[in-house]
């Protein structure tokens, strides 16, 4: 099989891994636009799959990139209490493009490389830290990237946006 060629949009973020060292996976599939739809083509990759959630607050003034595995449910009002706003929503695409650089169904924190004032603030399930490999889309839904999840605490690192653990569920 011949290796997918690399296009525009994840470019940016396999030249900043390339950058910091971080090996990856990288996989070709069909589009996916959610996680549920990403299940039948991740199953033979062996890592924690993640679905990104791209919100803001109620005035569009702060943004925030919730991440969580695909099979975790986000309980929003429990995470705009940790995040320390009264009531979130899901940004726009016209949002989702002018800070992550990126389309629907594209999220993913890869996109951080285009968040060069670091606007969106990070919010991680805390149970991902027990996760040993973790997948994103390289900006791209038709790509999937594997890699540590230490070498994406790094990728993180290095984009500087403010990062935090907390807790997405709603204990169910």
Not at 118 to 131: E, K, N, T
Not at 135 to 155: C, G, K, Q
Request: charged share 20%; glycine share 6%.
């Amino acid at each position: 099989m011949t290796p997918a060629t690399i296009t525009s949009e994840e470019e940016p973020v396999l030249t900043k891994l390339a950058a910091l060292g971080i090996r990856y996976e990288r996989h070709e599939h069909p589009p996916i636009a959610t996680g549920d739809d990403g299940l039948e083509h991740w199953a033979d990759i062996d890592a924690v799959h993640c679905k990104n959630l791209f919100l803001r607050n109620q005035k569009g003034t702060r943004h925030y990139l919730v991440i969580l595995p695909v099979t975790r449910r986000a309980d929003l009002r429990r995470v705009a209490g940790q995040v320390g706003d009264g009531k979130l929503s899901f940004a726009s695409a016209e949002r989702l493009m002018t800070y992550l650089g990126v389309t629907p169904g594209s999220v993913s924190p890869f996109g951080l490389v285009h968040d060069a004032a670091h606007h969106v603030g990070v919010f991680l399930d805390r149970d991902l830290r027990a996760a040993q490999r973790i997948s994103f889309h390289p900006n791209i839904n038709t790509r999937t990237v594997v890699l540590t999840f230490a070498d994406f605490e790094r990728f993180l690192q290095s984009t500087s946006n403010p990062v935090r653990f907390i807790d997405v569920t709603s204990g169910q």
